[in-house]
């Protein structure tokens, strides 16, 4: 996983504005995702996900045979949009039919070199403009560090922090979403991990990709609080009956604390609080760090299910 001596990409994404999941039953979804704490809204043959009511639109789950990644829509900065079409094309993207629902004009289509179906356009950032000060929880007491069990708040995510998706070929990954869409690689792993930046002012990792034997979703991240929220966030989806997940624990690539929680298709859903994060035109000091180094710093042991690629079969 060499990247250092790759000429960087004139122009760059800024931002998820969000992604679309097929799902085997909507019925199943929309039970998690109530319970994970996203405000819901059923449309049509599709949930909308919104981490608070009337706010922006972070996720669509559909209903379809089995799981996987519908598309995934980046945000640039509008005089960006026409480079960014020509150089993803020059990368080795493709063009492109969009899905059903959605026009041939609303943004740019294409396929990664994995074939995953991708929307550019224009539009806001999605990402904090600097790492958020830290918090504590809400009505916690002067004199004391903790808020009685009783006073715990319901846990809801606040944003969108990253994707991570498997890949056949981690390197052809890489290379393809920073020549095509200007992100940088932030840290990688032996080949195993790789997680990348975006230039405008970023999380740790954007996205970020699994080497496996096939493409396929592994989990989205989304950003709470404090770690008292990851833990607690573990609690409320224990109680709602989804038991299987990973956490809470510590990474070292990305410093987050983190609860992964096993959706019924076998993909993942993160609490995440505390994430490095890359200001704008920033140099990360990043490299290629050994494997013990990839997943985490304290925490469970990793379960045997966390890296099966169910889509892969």
Known sequence: MTTATRKRAPFGVHSIDHFALDVPS???????????GFDVEASGQELRLR????GHVWATLREGPRKRLAYLSLNCF????????AQILDAGGHAATPPDGRSPDDGFWFEDTDGNLMQLQAGAKTTPGCKPAAQRAAGIRPQRGALFRGDAPVVHPARLS????????ID??????????????SDGAAGIVAFLHARHGSDHHLVAFAQGSAKGWHHSAWDVPT???VGLGKM???????????????HVLGSNYFQYVRDPWGSFWEYSADIDYVGAGAEWPGGDHPPEDSLYL????????????TEAA
């Not at 981490?51 to 009337?54: D, E, K, L, P, Y």
């Not at 290379?175 to 869409?181: D, H, N, S, T």
């Not at 304290?298 to 690629?309: H, I, S, T």
Request: with cysteine.
């Open 26 to 36: 909507l019925a199943d979804a929309r039970c998690f995702v109530t319970a994970f």
């Open 51 to 54: 981490t608070q009511a009337g």
């Open 78 to 85: 509008a005089d960006d949009f026409e480079p960014l079409r």
């Open 162 to 169: 990253h994707v991570l998706m498997f890949t056949p070929d």
């Open 172 to 185: 052809r990954a890489i290379a393809f979403y920073e020549q095509a869409l200007g992100l940088s690689l």
């Open 227 to 229: 770690v008292d929220d």
């Open 236 to 250: 409320q989806m224990q109680r709602a009956g989804y038991v299987e997940g990973w956490g809470v624990g510590r």
């Open 298 to 309: 304290w925490g469970p042991d990793v379960p045997d299910y966390f890296f099966e690629n």
